[in-house]
């Protein structure tokens, strides 16, 4: 009589309602669909609508098939499923979640523990998230002669949508005074795989040295993009702001003869205003020696004001090779406070000449290399 009594009152008593996960994962291509179970206790003579909350990254109508409030469970049923049925798009956004709660209602009980009252399923982006990179194919901008610094932010990947990519600025220059301000984030249009941000020097008339701009590339908030963890250079890297003008060298004429009426000579040339003398230094090597096989130039040449090109000349003594039919001249630029060189390029700022012995006839056939 007693267990027959407290059957009737578990049969009459509001019904448990808890939530679980059949396929806790779905995914857009190739399309696999997930599913939560909606499970009840008690009398199954009546349906039960179950009321929830729909949460997590992944946005209903957008990333899965809409669903309603609520989910009914037929009468003559414990259960039922809510499907998750994930809508494939072209947007790269990475894994998200979706979060189902069960929400409090009259018509039943949630589990008194606190468990099974939240469920969740990933759904898997079959999009490549890209990875984002930024290089300096332009690394020297210089205020003398406006010449422009160049980043790129690259991207691979899908290239369907727009990209935004945030930047943090930095470095030893400073914006609107060194160079005209750099934005705070940067836009790859849809269709494309790059963008460029331009270093555009301001001459201040200042002398202040070689300074620097730095862009470094911000994780991405939402996860459409991924960075290098590997290159620390292909997340952050800088441009040279260079603050004085440069200085390269080529070859004038490039044969002399001993005889001092036939010189050879170098050409060295500034960038940039004029309205003041430069001084250069260098150095001198070859075969053939300085003050015995030729003239020594001065110790430091001087590019005069007014004027953007030096000519440097080399003159032969009147001696004889014994042991050679010609010798060489190089004269490398040397580093000083008043000027750069480009260093990623030593025939800017290194030369050779030859001087032939014209005891041994003319130069019809000059050998090459040094």
């Known amino acids: ?34 599913e939560f179970v909606i499970r009840r206790t008690g009398a199954i003579t009546s349906p039960l609508t179950v009321r929830y909350l729909i949460s997590g990254r992944a946005v209903s109508g957008i990333d899965f098939t809409p669903l309603d409030v609520s989910v ?70 210089e205020e003398v002669g406006e010449r422009v ?12 949508l727009p990209l935004v990519v945030n930047l943090r600025i930095g470095g030893s220059a400073t914006p609107n005074v060194d160079y005209i301000g750099l934005p705070d984030r940067v836009t790859i249009r849809a269709g494309r795989t790059q963008a460029s941000v331009f270093v555009r020097p301001l001459d201040d008339s200042l002398f202040e040295g070689n300074e620097t701009v730095r862009i470094t590339l911000q994780p991405s908030e939402d996860g459409s993009f991924t960075l290098s963890q590997t290159h620390p250079r292909r997340v952050s890297t800088w441009v040279v702001l260079r603050d004085r003008p440069m200085v390269s060298i080529t070859v004038a004429d490039p044969v002399a003869t001993t005889h001092p009426s036939d010189a050879a000579a170098f050409l060295i040339t500034r960038s940039g205003p004029t309205d003041r003398a430069l001084r250069i230094a260098y150095s001198l090597e070859g075969t053939a020696a300085a003050g015995q096989d030729y003239v020594r130039p001065p110790a430091l040449l001087t590019i005069p004001a007014g004027r953007s090109t030096l000519l440097v000349k080399i003159t032969g003594r009147g001696t004889q090779f014994t042991d050679a039919r010609f010798k060489t001249v190089r004269l490398t630029i040397e580093p000083l406070a008043g000027y750069n060189r480009d260093l990623s390029n030593r025939e ?22 040094v």
Do not use: C, H, K
């Open 1 to 34: 009589m007693f267990e027959r009594l407290e059957a009737r009152s578990l049969m009459d008593s509001a019904p448990v309602v808890r939530i679980s996960v059949m396929e806790p994962s779905a995914a857009e291509f190739p399309r696999e669909i997930g």
């Open 72 to 141: 009914t469970i037929p009468a003559g049923r414990r259960s039922t499923t809510l499907p998750i049925i994930p809508i494939d798009d072209v947007g790269v956004e990475g894994d998200e979640e979706v979060v189902i709660t069960l929400l409090d209602d009259a018509a039943y009980d949630l589990d008194a523990t606190g468990q099974n009252r939240s469920a969740a399923i990933t759904i898997r982006d079959n999009d490549r998230v890209p990875r984002v990179i930024i290089t300096t194919p332009d690394r020297m901008a």
């Open 149 to 160: 610094g160049r980043f790129i932010i690259e991207r691979s990947g899908e290239i369907d």
């Open 348 to 369: 800017s700022y290194s030369r050779y000449l030859r001087i032939w012995d014209d005891t041994q006839g003319p130069p019809y056939e000059i050998p090459t290399g």
